[in-house]
T-cell receptor, first 116, second 115 residues
């Protein structure tokens, strides 16, 4: 069974630009979550999508957005990039149950974003 | 307030030594889940174990064991006879019924096993 796939793996942007990251979950998984990992803040929850609806959102500014498609694939977008957005962005999928914790998350290898 | 605390930032042990990674959590939910993940240099977080709040039985899986104690809000992880391949960053995480599938991660413990 293929794991969680994230693209691109590495990217470099400059301040003010925008970026779109993609995540393909494990087949059959309906929940996709995004996390930002930085040395200073650790792993922080961005948002979770389930059946194309945002089910939960972390404490990030509106520049961070996401969406989920009918095939459960997800994208996240960061607009007007700032230096502090440099991070490893991790996507995770799980089977998803309506309304509650769904067990373990299965993570991709992440997209490493560098903002210059 | 930090929901998951991993006080040990870095640990170094010599191969074949036992090592315990500490995790203390904080929640008001009566139903919650605790996890341990391993992050090798490749970046992918690898799931190790899940425990729900109603199951305080300790668990052993090969060289790995976990000690869950609700009385002290701790979920510690022990590696017996450590090996070089155990070198990684280990994260403890909490998910609560009231916040759905959102995971709260500790800051991680970087373990180095010296041959």
């Amino acid at each position: 069974k293929a794991g969680v796939t994230q693209t691109p793996r590495y990217l470099i942007k400059t301040r003010g630009q925008q970026v779109t990251l993609s995540c393909s979950p494990i087949s059959g998984h309906r929940s996709v979550s995004w996390y930002q990992q930085t040395p200073g803040q650790g792993l922080q929850f961005l948002f979770e999508y389930f059946s194309e609806t945002q089910r939960n959102k972390g404490n990030f500014p509106g520049r961070f957005s996401g969406r989920q498609f009918s095939n459960s694939r997800s994208e996240m977008n960061v607009s007007t990039l700032e230096l502090g957005d440099s991070a490893l962005y991790l996507c995770a999928s799980s089977p998803g149950l309506a309304g509650g914790p769904s067990g373990e998350l299965f993570f991709g290898e992440g997209s490493r974003l560098t903002v210059l | 307030a930090q929901k998951v605390t991993q006080a040990q930032t870095e640990i170094s042990v010599v191969e074949k030594e036992d090592v315990t990674l500490d995790c203390v959590y904080e929640t008001r939910d009566t139903t919650y889940y605790l996890f341990w993940y391993k992050q090798p240099p490749s970046g992918e977080l690898v799931f190790l174990i899940r425990r729900n709040s109603f199951d305080e039985q300790n668990e052993i899986s090969g060289r790995y064991s976990w000690n869950f104690q609700k009385s002290t809000s701790s979920f510690n992880f022990t590696i017996t006879a450590s090996q070089v391949v155990d070198s990684a960053v280990y994260f403890c995480a909490l998910s609560e019924t009231t916040t759905g599938n959102q995971f709260y991660f500790g800051t991680g413990t970087s373990l180095t096993v010296i041959p």
